[in-house]
């Protein structure tokens, strides 16, 4: 079992950056593959980032390449997601997952673990 909170949301104008953190209980974090997926009013919910189980892979949306960055502290049972350059559009409720396994995951069936959400407004 893994519970997962995350937290760093906020209201930033455009251009700004935010860094969200979820922070993860259980042992088994390390043995997890994590995702950031946002999902915005009215839309349905989009995969933003993934990385594996010891950071050493990455994937990011086409729409966040290059400004967002996903990484992570097993250390610290903590997964990260450094957004830069922000556009109004990346407005949402962005949420961390856990996967079933370690290795790469992008799809939300491919994860078992829900946060609870913490959300960002960017404002043009």
């Known amino acids: 079992q893994v519970q997962l909170v995350e937290s760093g949301g906020g209201l930033v104008q455009a251009g700004g950056s935010l860094r969200l953190s979820c922070a993860a209980s259980?042992?088994?974090?390390?043995?997890?593959?994590m995702g950031w997926f946002r999902q915005a009013p009215g839309k349905e919910r989009e995969f933003v980032a993934a990385i594996n189980y010891n950071g050493g892979k990455t994937y990011y949306a086409d729409s966040v390449k290059g400004r967002f960055t996903i990484s992570r502290d097993n250390a610290k049972n903590t997964v990260y997601l450094q957004m830069n350059s922000l556009k109004p559009e990346d407005t949402a409720v962005y949420y961390c997952?856990?996967?079933?396994?370690?290795?790469?995951?992008?799809?939300?069936?491919?994860?078992?673990?829900w946060g609870q959400g913490t959300q960002v407004t960017v404002s043009s």
């Open positions: 997952a856990a996967a079933k396994g370690w290795d790469l995951a992008l799809d939300a069936y491919e994860f078992d673990y």
């Open positions: 259980g042992r088994t974090f390390s043995a997890h593959a």
